[in-house]
């Protein structure tokens, strides 16, 4: 088992040095949370599936000029990132009413949008992420004016790109988060999707049924969670033939 020095452990997973300068190991775990951290569970295989879905949806990302932190899968658990300087905003866009949307304003879960709505959070759990506005995150200085046009377009790209794959899998992309981040080369920066993309941060709903396939069925106890992120890989082609289980992760050193 490989010993690599922890640099930080989130909710959901965990960074480690990675074997060249200007890289991180990302590792995906099975946690799962809800509710700011107020909820806390196992979901059994969750980080395998994350890390298969996200790499794929990364990869096909990349396939269309959008550029991100990924480097490539290292083995069932953990993939190869550059090291980035993460923006402090989690961008949310909204498809199709649900979720807090739908708490906020009594509106019906399901209803159709007429238009993408794309919201901004602080990314800051001890706040409980607040909303805020295109003027809160200039004038805090968490990204320029032209960083954030960049990251809107991109954002709206994504959307596109990710809505059309879902349908063709039959599946709706109800909302979903992205975080961004700043990658350094050569004395020049630029803004690159970061993260991850996964059942964990999107809603996805299959399109026939409306069935959940994603963290909903842990945050409302619907049970079948499991179930839901094999289902989402399964359509995408990539469910890993080996067992959840096959790898733990690297022995941490301090």
């Known amino acids: 088992?490989?010993?690599?020095?922890?640099?930080?452990?989130?909710?959901?997973?965990?960074?480690?040095?990675?074997?060249?300068?200007?890289?991180?190991?990302?590792?995906?775990?099975?946690?799962?949370?809800?509710?700011?951290?107020?909820k806390k569970g196992t979901i059994t295989g969750k980080g395998v599936l994350n890390n298969r879905i996200s790499e794929y949806l990364m990869t096909r990302l990349g396939e269309i000029g959008i550029p991100t932190h990924f480097v490539r899968r290292l083995n069932m658990r953990e993939q190869l990132i550059r090291e980035v300087e993460i923006v402090p905003v989690e961008v949310v866009i909204r498809n199709i009413v649900a979720g807090s949307l739908a708490k906020r304003f009594a509106i019906e879960e399901g209803t159709a949008l007429p238009r993408s709505i794309v919201e901004y959070y602080y990314k800051k759990d001890e706040l409980d992420d607040p909303m805020i506005s295109e003027e809160h995150i200039t004038a805090f200085g968490w990204a320029t004016p032209p960083e954030l046009d960049e990251i809107m377009a991109m954002s709206l790209?994504?959307?596109?790109?990710?809505?059309?794959?879902?349908?063709?899998?039959g599946i709706r992309l109800i909302d979903?988060?992205?975080?961004?981040?700043?990658?350094?080369?050569?004395d020049q920066m630029r803004i690159v999707l970061a993260?991850?993309?996964?059942?964990?941060n999107c809603r996805l709903w299959d399109l026939k049924t409306n069935e959940k396939l994603d963290k909903d069925r842990f945050r409302r106890d619907l049970g079948g969670i499991e179930e839901a992120y094999q289902e989402v890989a399964r359509r995408l082609g990539i469910l890993p033939e080996s067992g959840p289980n096959d790898y733990q992760g690297p022995e941490t050193i301090q």
């Not at 040095?17 to 809800?34: C, I, M, N, R, S």
């Not at 979903?176 to 050569?186: A, I, S, V, Y």
Request: glycine share 8%.
């Open 176 to 186: 979903f988060k992205l975080e961004f981040g700043r990658l350094w080369e050569d």
């Open 157 to 169: 790209r994504i959307n596109d790109f990710l809505t059309g794959l879902f349908l063709g899998i």
């Open 195 to 200: 993260d991850e993309i996964s059942p964990d």
């Open 1 to 38: 088992m490989a010993k690599r020095r922890q640099l930080f452990e989130g909710k959901a997973k965990v960074l480690f040095e990675g074997p060249e300068p200007g890289t991180l190991v990302q590792y995906f775990k099975d946690d799962a949370t809800a509710f700011n951290n107020q």
